[in-house]
C-alpha cells in the first residue's frame, strides 16, 4: 500500500535557525505532492505543491520543497524561521488518476523567539 | 465567504447519541471528502464522493454514513457514538478536473464523547 513517510515527528528550533522537514513516499509510477501547514486551532492550509517540471517548487511564506524522484523524496525547507513558523507541517501525495490524498503522520515544530 | 464551511465547530455528546456534521463548500468543486484527525494529529481519509457518487469508502465503521445531496454539500451522520470517535473531523474539497489540484479544508469539527 501506498504510503508517506515523515521521520520528524517534533522539531524545535531558535528563530532564524534553518529548517528542513523530511517526507518520503512509497510509490513508484506518477504522482503530486504536497506539503500542508496547521497552525494551531487551525485548518490545514496548502504550502506548496509539485505536480511536473522543475523539481524545486516555491510556497508561500518563504518555504520551498525539492522533489528527489530517485530517492523518493519531497523535502520541505525554510533559511530561516519565525515564531509565526510554529505549526503542525503535513505531506501528502496523491497517485495520478486516483482521488485518494495520502498524509503523512505531520511534524510539529516550535520556534523559540 | 469561508470556501469550505462545516457546523458545528465543537460537538459535545454523550456516547450513544446519533449526531451529524455538515459541510458545504462553494468553489464549485466536483469532489469533496471527511478526514477524522485523532489526537496525535494523524489524518485518515473516511469518505469521498465525486459529484454526488461515493468514490473512497476507506475501512470505517458502518455506524458512520456519509451523505451527499448534491455536490456542493457532505454531510457525515454517525449512529451510537462511542468514546473513540472524539477526534477532530476536518471536510475538504476539490476540483474533478485534475487529481493534483489541492485540497481545500474545512475549519473542523471538534468532537468530544463522554
Known amino acids: 500500500a501506498q504510503s508517506v513517510s515523515q521521520h520528524n515527528h517534533h522539531v524545535i528550533l531558535s528563530e532564524a535557525a534553518s529548517l528542513e522537514l523530511g517526507c518520503n513516499y512509497s510509490?513508484?509510477?506518477?504522482?503530486?505532492l504536497f506539503w500542508y501547514v496547521q497552525y494551531p486551532g487551525q485548518h490545514l492550509q496548502l504550502l506548496l505543491k509539485?505536480?511536473?517540471?522543475?523539481?524545486l517548487v516555491k510556497g508561500i511564506k518563504g518555504f520551498e520543497a525539492e522533489f528527489i524522484k530517485s530517492k523518493f523524496s519531497f523535502n520541505l525547507r525554510k533559511p530561516s524561521v519565525q515564531w509565526s513558523d510554529t505549526a503542525e507541517y503535513f505531506c501528502?501525495?496523491?497517485?495520478?488518476?486516483?482521488?485518494?490524498?495520502?498524509f503523512g503522520t505531520g511534524t510539529r515544530l516550535k520556534v523559540l523567539a | 465567504d469561508t470556501a469550505v464551511s462545516q457546523t458545528p465547530k465543537y460537538l459535545v455528546t454523550q456516547m450513544g447519541n446519533d449526531k451529524s456534521i455538515k459541510c458545504e463548500q462553494n468553489?464549485?468543486?466536483?469532489?469533496m471528502y471527511w478526514y477524522k484527525q485523532d489526537s496525535k494529529k494523524f489524518l485518515k481519509i473516511m469518505f469521498s464522493?465525486?459529484?454526488?457518487?461515493?468514490?473512497i469508502n476507506e475501512t470505517v465503521p458502518n455506524r458512520f454514513s456519509p451523505k451527499s445531496p448534491d455536490k456542493a454539500h457532505l454531510n457525515l451522520h454517525i449512529n451510537s457514538l462511542e468514546l473513540g470517535d472524539s477526534a477532530v473531523y476536518f471536510c475538504?474539497?476539490?476540483?474533478?478536473?485534475?487529481?493534483?489540484?489541492?485540497?481545500?479544508f474545512g475549519n473542523g469539527t471538534r468532537l468530544t464523547v463522554t
Open positions: 475538504a474539497s476539490s476540483p474533478l478536473s485534475s487529481t493534483g489540484s489541492p485540497l481545500h
Open positions: 510509490y513508484g509510477g506518477t504522482v503530486n
Open positions: 509539485y505536480f511536473s517540471g522543475d523539481p
Open positions: 501528502a501525495v496523491t497517485i495520478s488518476g486516483t482521488y485518494k490524498y495520502i
Open positions: 468553489l464549485g468543486h466536483d469532489t
Open positions: 464522493y465525486n459529484n454526488k457518487e461515493l468514490i
